[in-house]
Every structure is written in C-alpha cells, then in structure tokens.
C-alpha cells in the first residue's frame, strides 16, 4: 500500500494509471481490478489510510498534555518541517485531492470537507482553550481564529508544493502567534 500512496501522492490521481500501480506494487493491473475493483476504489483506499494517520497525528497533538499556545506551536512546526523534509514536494495528500478530484466528485469532495472541518474543530477547541485559561490573550472569536489558522495550514500546504524556504513557511506563521498573543 506505501507505493501506491507514494505513486498517487507524487503524480496525483489522474496522472497516474493503473499501470503504474502495477510497476510499483509488482501485483498485475488484472489482480489489482479483481483485488480492489478499479482505481478510483483504490485511490479512496489509499486517502482513507492517510486521512486516519494525518488525524491520528492531530488527536495526539492537540490532545496532550501540552498548553494550548504549544500544542498549536508542535502543530504548526511539524507541518512547516514535513514541508522542509519532503524532497519531492509532494505537498498534502488532503489538500491535493482538494484541488484535482475533489471539484470533479462529491464523495471526494464530503471526505476533503470532513478533514478540513476536523482539523478546523481541533484548532478552534485549542484556541478556545487557550483563551478561557489565559494563555491565549486574543478576544477575537475561537471560530474565527480557527478558520485563519486552517487558512493558513492549506497555504503552507500549497507552498510546500513549490517552495522548501523556511522563512517563507515560518513567515505565515509568525503574525498568527502574534495576533495570539495581542489583548
């Protein structure tokens, strides 16, 4: 399953055919059809797999033991990071799929939403959490930092696609924290 997530990751769904699943699995296009019906099924398979871990990874960031103002921090540090440490520029996943498949299929379209409304949710409670102890100084609304936090983790999401500058993807980052941190 890694070399064809790997596969649909690096060329994107439509770029990539069933042939080229078979190259990199080693299975036959035919098993494949019989295994999984076809590759649109496949493509699901895969996403599916990688949505579980992306959101395994936020559950686990936002839900320790951290204070809000350093999970956001480790949430965002790791997003800038995966972006320095992808030599491919693979970009998300989630996000990729949000601009090639999503447009053309409603069932790609509702899982992209759900994510993005999950990870929305997971900042807003964060952020939420951080202002009723303090930490967070902002009186802007928790829904509304939420919603510019998820902008901007969809842009350094777009710009690891092109770019692997640090201080392009910290300098989204940096005036979030000090709009945090500002009464």
Known sequence: MDQTTQRFWSKGYAATSMRDLADSTGVTTASLYNAFGDKRAIYRLVLDRYVRLALETCSATFGGDDPPLRALERYFDALIEEALADAL????????????????????????TNVFAQIEKYLRDCIASG?????????????????????????????????????????VVRPLFALLRTK
């Open 89 to 112: 520029q693979k970009g998300c996943f989630v996000v990729n799929t949000a601009l090639e498949v999503a447009p053309h299929d409603a069932d790609f379209r509702d899982l992209v």
């Open 131 to 171: 202002q009723s102890g303090g930490t967070i100084r902002t009186k802007l609304p928790a829904g509304d930092l939420a919603r510019l936090f998820l902008g901007a983790t969809l842009g350094i999401r777009v710009l690891a696609r092109t770019t692997s500058e640090r201080e392009l993807l910290t300098g």
